[in-house]
């Protein structure tokens, strides 16, 4: 059992190390950002994929979005994928169509296999551009947004391209202020320092790009996987493609703002890691492939941060189970050392990261409410451990993976 | 003091001290202080003349009083609705550009000319020029942004701080320093000694036009569009790589290491290198140019796309980049760039551009 919790601490310190380097790193370290000064180019042809299903709420902010970015409008088409709506998505989507002919081909997808995966495999028959860009409907980009985002795809080594997504209805409760500071903390700090180490920035699947002929090399979407922006990061460095981050190509997103949708967002995003966890990971760590050493060491760590809760839980019911049975596993100072270590440093690692997020982005009272963040972490620690269990258990229970859309909560026309 | 008084004040105690933390991020969380969304500027398209097109419309209500002034030949000072001091000049005379007491060669007024206008020598001007025709700078002037509907000619030892944009051509003389947004609707032209930052044009020449030495010409690239289809032939090499003089390469080629072209090789796609990348005399590549590292361009190459390196780039005389029909950009940190360049488009040195002369 010990040994056990051992190993457990190791891991455990290894994020924390990877949390401080990362941070140090954005703080102190070179940036890059080699594509963002890309300001002038023969703009090559784009498709723009915007995932739609039951978005009334929010389609129409995007396209209008879309239709005013400085992008060539002759070289530029958006694909409203509407996914088995129910609601007015597609008496919006067709009345947009009409509005800008030429500009929008909607595809309105009303059967076939559920999630954002199958409804992008299937659309894929209106596209014929060798740069592809993501959208869901909730986001809205800005106008140089485009240019930004294609831009890193004049580099023949790049297949994926991501940029920063930045909550829009961050006043509205605790919940949205906590997932403000999350987002900056991942985007800000952790996204950029993995593109400026050459380590293994994340496709998000929104506001993101893919190369088409690095897709068709891959196998194309696969529709098996619930977060198939993580999937796809994985099967592009494995064929050696690598996945850009753009952390000066933002876009506003909308963010749960309750805690039940939330919960649901992340058990999804959890049980989709770990499907690619269980794919990738021992294939990335020793498998025959074009990512480099560095990249299977991160990649292999990225694979494993929704594992970490789960561990961390059982790691605490092995504290006790040893203090219980008596186990001293370390002794006098250096027991009080580790401790204390840990407790100064260990714990605060990603509150370390998270507030110097929110100092890069000059945006200071909201550091404040860090000590809120342990609500938070203490909810998604419960929500991602029940996922994983319900994911382990699923063999037995024959529960099958279905898609939960992410309810949106915006209410202006 | 009883048993119970004093557990429950230490619970108190404990329990205040608890909270203490909480005290700033309950105040935050009621205040709504900084519950903005993060400022993402959503019109801001990174235009080059972005400031030079605000400054128009800040100026636009001089136009018609400098028409009248153009038409009597006078001169008008006043204030804008921002508090800025004005001289509206309808001749070209530079004496009331500087103010009765004030340091004899500093203009801190907003200046407007409506004629052809010559500076003096080592004038400084702290505030916008506005020039509706010609303007010709002294050596050593110091300027904080120029808008000029017409040609602006920059003399020896010139300083722009801002941005300086010309609906005609721009010239800078020798050893200017040009900082911030450097634009024309036209051509740019840089003499040696110059230091840049950020240039766009439909063409920017580097010192005088110089014929075709070196290396001899590149084989001729058509003005097509930039091949981003990499899918036939992508080349992937885990080392070093090197493309043999004259050789052609059809599709793109990416290198995890140093990357050299020999001469007159000739890529139909894009080049990438992860480490130094050599590119010899005479190199045409009809896609664009990425290195990772450091970027060094022989004499008379020709590339159609966006040539990016993310440490240094240098770039010999004879080089040309883009099309003025399909401008393209020119990016790196450090730039250092021979006379003789042209670049269609933008260049843009994050740092500091350095044009050199001709070896």
């Known amino acids: 059992m010990v040994y056990c919790l051992f190993a457990i601490v190791i891991v455990i310190s290894i994020y924390t190390a990877r949390h401080y380097w990362f941070t140090l790193n954005r703080l102190f370290g070179f940036q890059r950002h080699p594509y963002i000064d890309t300001d002038t180019a023969d703009w090559p042809q784009v498709t723009i994929l915007v995932a739609a299903h039951n978005e009334e709420k929010v389609v129409s902010h995007i396209l209008a979005a879309l239709m005013g970015v400085n992008y060539p409008a002759e070289r530029m088409l958006v694909v409203p994928v509407n996914d088995r709506s129910t609601d007015r998505t597609r008496e919006i989507i067709d009345r947009f169509s009409e509005e800008h002919p030429g500009r929008i081909r909607p595809f309105h997808r009303t059967g076939g296999k559920g999630g954002k995966a199958a409804a992008l495999k299937d659309a894929m028959e209106l596209v014929d551009t060798e740069v592809i860009l993501i959208f869901d409907a909730d986001y809205i980009p800005g106008t140089g947004l485009i240019k930004?985002?294609?831009?890193?795809?004049?580099?023949?080594?790049?297949?994926?391209?991501?940029?920063?997504?930045?909550?829009?209805?961050?006043?509205?409760?605790?919940?949205t202020r906590l997932l403000d500071l999350e987002r900056s903390g991942g985007y800000q700090v952790?996204?950029?320092?993995?593109?400026?180490?050459?380590?293994?920035?994340q496709h998000g699947g929104t506001v993101a790009g893919v190369r088409l002929s690095a897709l068709k090399e891959i196998g194309g979407w696969n529709d098996n996987s619930l977060t198939e922006d993580t999937d796809l990061t994985y099967r592009l460095l494995l064929a050696g493609w690598k996945t850009v981050y753009q952390n000066r190509s933002e876009c506003y997103e909308e963010v749960p703002e309750t805690w039940h949708v939330r919960i649901k967002q992340i058990m999804r995003w959890a049980k989709g890691h770990n499907q690619a966890l269980a794919n990738y990971s021992l294939h990335l760590l020793f498998g025959k492939h074009r990512a480099t050493l560095r990249e299977r060491i991160d990649g292999f760590l990225l694979l494993g941060v929704y594992i970490m809760a789960p561990l961390t839980l059982f790691g605490w019911l092995l504290a006790l189970g040893v203090f219980y049975e008596g186990i001293a596993p370390l002794h006098g100072v250096i027991a009080l050392l580790s401790i204390t270590a840990y407790s100064a440093i260990g714990n605060f690692a990603a509150f370390f990261e998270i507030a110097a997020a929110a100092r890069l982005d000059y945006t200071r009272q909201r550091i404040c409410l860090l000590p809120f963040l342990i609500l938070g972490f203490g909810v998604s620690i419960f929500s991602v451990s029940r996922a994983f269990v319900s994911q382990l258990m699923a063999p037995l229970t024959g529960a099958q993976f279905h898609w939960d859309k992410t309810e949106r909560f915006r209410t202006t026309p | 003091m009883s048993h119970a008084v004093a557990t429950a004040g230490l619970f108190a105690l404990a329990g205040a001290l608890f909270l203490l933390p909480l005290v700033p991020a309950i105040a935050e969380l009621r205040l709504k202080r900084d519950a903005q969304a993060l400022n993402v500027i959503q019109q801001y398209a990174g235009d080059i003349r972005h400031f030079s097109f605000g400054f128009r419309s800040y100026a636009a209500d001089l136009l018609g009083p400098l028409q009248q002034c153009v038409a009597s030949g006078g001169t008008v000072t006043g204030t804008l609705?921002?508090?800025d001091l004005y001289i509206l000049l309808g001749r070209a005379d530079t004496a009331p550009l500087v103010r009765p007491g004030a340091n004899a060669n500093t203009c801190d007024l907003l200046v407007a000319c409506g004629t052809d206008l010559t500076l003096s020598d080592g004038m400084t001007f702290a505030k916008e020029i506005y020039a509706l025709r010609r303007l010709t700078?002294?050596?050593?002037?110091s300027y904080r942004a120029i808008l000029g509907d017409a040609s602006v000619d920059l003399a020896r030892g010139s300083a722009v701080t801002r941005w300086a944009h010309a609906a005609g051509i721009l010239r800078a003389d020798h050893d200017c320093d040009l900082?911030?947004?450097i634009s024309s609707e036209r051509e740019i032209e840089l003499k040696s000694g110059c230091l840049f930052q950020r240039l766009?044009?439909?063409?920017?020449?580097f010192g005088p036009a110089v014929a075709l030495a070196r290396g001899g010409a590149a084989r001729p690239l058509s003005p097509g569009s930039v091949p981003l289809a990499?899918?036939?032939?992508?080349?992937?090499?885990?080392?070093?790589?090197?493309?043999a003089p004259g050789e052609t390469v059809q599709g793109s080629v990416v290198a995890r290491g140093k990357l050299w072209i020999g001469a007159g090789a000739r890529i139909l796609g894009s080049v990438k290198s992860n480490k130094h990348m050599k590119v010899e005399a005479g190199v045409s590549v009809a896609g664009s140019l990425i290195s990772a590292s450091t970027m060094h361009i022989g004499p008379d190459c020709r590339i159609a796309g966006p040539v990016i390196a993310e440490q240094e780039m240098v770039l010999e005389t004879g080089v040309r980049c883009g099309f003025p029909s399909r401008p393209t950009t020119v990016s790196a940190p450090a730039i250092e760039v021979e006379e003789g360049v042209v670049v269609c488009g933008t260049i843009w040195a994050r740092n500091e551009g350095h044009v050199t002369p001709k070896p």
């Open chain 2, 137 to 141: 700078g002294g050596s050593g002037c």
């Open chain 1, 148 to 175: 930004q985002l294609v831009a890193p795809f004049f580099d023949p080594e790049v297949g994926g391209v991501m940029g920063r997504v930045v909550p829009l209805n961050v006043g509205t409760n605790l919940l």
């Open chain 2, 230 to 243: 990499v899918a036939e032939g992508r080349r992937l090499v885990d080392g070093d790589l090197e493309i």
């Open chain 2, 179 to 181: 900082y911030g947004r």
């Open chain 2, 200 to 205: 766009h044009a439909p063409r920017i020449r």
């Open chain 2, 81 to 83: 609705p921002h508090g």
């Open chain 1, 190 to 201: 952790d996204q950029q320092a993995r593109m400026n180490l050459r380590l293994v920035p």
